[in-house]
């Protein structure tokens, strides 16, 4: 047996098995779960959140997620489904906090189109090292 081998191979093993190692997670801090969307994959949607940003992303797997959000105090999201610039359903703004970091509402559709979300306020906050993340969930 030749040691010189073989210890190149534990060394490869265990470089093998290190890049293999599940990736780190963090919960989300706030959630939103958004029921009877009826929305598709492909779907565009808008998300506003109020003094942080504007979002447009595809609707995907029904899974969204947001970090660099400002670490403490409320935060105010409307989302919109976005068909030619115009909103086709949405939901009523909602405030998550500290003290309600999870909600969970209906979709509501338009009749006709809508104005789609904006935000109120055009500064965002300075966000620190510490931030909460959202995750928001499209649910049946």
Known sequence: MDFGRSDVVRQLILLMAMSCAEPSWR???LQLDITHANVQ???RVRICIDG???????VGHGKLAFSQ???????SIAVDH?????SVGAIEPVTLDEDTPW???PWVS????CTPCTQQ?????????SQRFLAIHFVE
């Open 27 to 29: 919960h989300a801090d």
């Open 41 to 43: 994959d492909t779907d």
């Open 52 to 58: 942080v940003r504007i979002e447009e992303t595809t």
């Open 69 to 75: 959000l400002p670490e403490q105090g409320p935060i």
């Open 82 to 86: 976005i068909v030619d610039e115009e």
């Open 103 to 105: 909600a969970e509402v």
């Open 110 to 113: 338009c009749e006709g189109t």
């Open 121 to 129: 306020t055009s500064t965002p906050e300075k966000v620190g090292e």
